[in-house]
C-alpha cells in the first residue's frame, strides 16, 4: 500500500481539527502546521496523532498559504492529501483517493468541494461548484505560492486527474457561519486581491459580489 500524508494549516481551529483528521484516519502520516493561535489546536492535534510544528507567515507573503511548503516538507511520503481544517472527507471518497493512489500512482487528483453555509449546500455558481482543487498529489509534481485563492498549481508535466462533480467524490466545505460571515470574508479576500493583483478594489468587488449573487439567490 503506497503511504500518504495529510498536511493541514491552522489559526484558532480547535472546533475543526478534530473532525477534520478523523474524517482522513486512513493517512499514514498527519502533519498540521499551526500559525500560533490562541486556543488549544496543537494539542488537540497531537492528541490525535498527528506531528505539529509552529510558524509565522512571512512578513513578505500574500497569503497564508504560503505555509503548506513548510508541511510538504515535514511530510516523510511522497505522496500527500492537502486538506483544510473546516474540510470532511467521507468513507465513499477515501476510498476512491486510495484506490487511485494504490493501482496508477497518479500525480495530482483533483477533487470538488461542496460548500455550506451552516447546512446549505451554496451549488449555484461555476466558483461555488464543482470549485475543484488538488487534493492529492505527488509532492514532486506541485507548486506552491502564496497567491490568494491560487496557491497549488501542478507541474506542467503532471498526470491530472478530475473526479467527477457528485457528493459521493467532494469533500465537504464547512466554512461560513452565515451569510453575514460570508459577506465579510468575501470582502476580505477582494481587498487581498486587489493588493495582490494591483487590481482596482472596485473589479475585486465587483467579481466578489457576482459570486455572492450566484452563491446565494
Keep these: 500500500m503506497t ?20 474524517s482522513i484516519s486512513w493517512c499514514d502520516e ?27 507567515t512571512p512578513d513578505d507573503a500574500a497569503s497564508f498559504d504560503i505555509l503548506r511548503k513548510n508541511a510538504i516538507r515535514e511530510a516523510t511520503n511522497n505522496y500527500i492529501l492537502r486538506i483544510d481544517a473546516d474540510e470532511r472527507s467521507h468513507q465513499a471518497l477515501n476510498k476512491r483517493l486510495q484506490d487511485l493512489v494504490d493501482s496508477s500512482g497518479v500525480d495530482v487528483v483533483e477533487v470538488p ?18 470549485d475543484r482543487s488538488p487534493v492529492l498529489f505527488d509532492k514532486n509534481k506541485m507548486s506552491v505560492t502564496d497567491n490568494v ?12 486527474i478530475q473526479l467527477p462533480a457528485e457528493s459521493d467524490s467532494a469533500l465537504y466545505h464547512y466554512s461560513y457561519e452565515s451569510l453575514v460571515d460570508l459577506i465579510r470574508r468575501r470582502w476580505r479576500y477582494a481587498q487581498m486581491e486587489a493588493n495582490q493583483y494591483d ?12 459570486d455572492l449573487i450566484e452563491g446565494i439567490i
Excluded at 35 to 55: F, L, P
Excluded at 113 to 130: E, H, L, N, S, V
Design 199 to 210: 487590481l482596482p478594489l472596485d473589479m475585486t468587488l465587483y467579481y466578489a459580489i457576482s
Design 149 to 160: 485563492h491560487g496557491f497549488m498549481s501542478p507541474c506542467n508535466d503532471a498526470d491530472i
Design 30 to 56: 498527519h502533519i498540521v502546521i499551526d500559525e500560533y493561535g490562541d486556543d488549544n489546536t496543537k494539542s488537540i492535534a497531537e492528541s490525535i496523532g498527528a506531528d505539529v510544528y509552529q510558524a509565522q
Design 113 to 130: 468541494r461542496m460548500t455550506f453555509i451552516r447546512d446549505r449546500w451554496i451549488k449555484t455558481g461555476y466558483r461555488w461548484w464543482p
Design 3 to 22: 503511504k500518504v500524508s495529510s498536511i493541514t494549516l491552522t489559526y484558532d481551529e480547535a472546533n475543526n481539527i478534530r473532525e477534520c483528521l478523523k
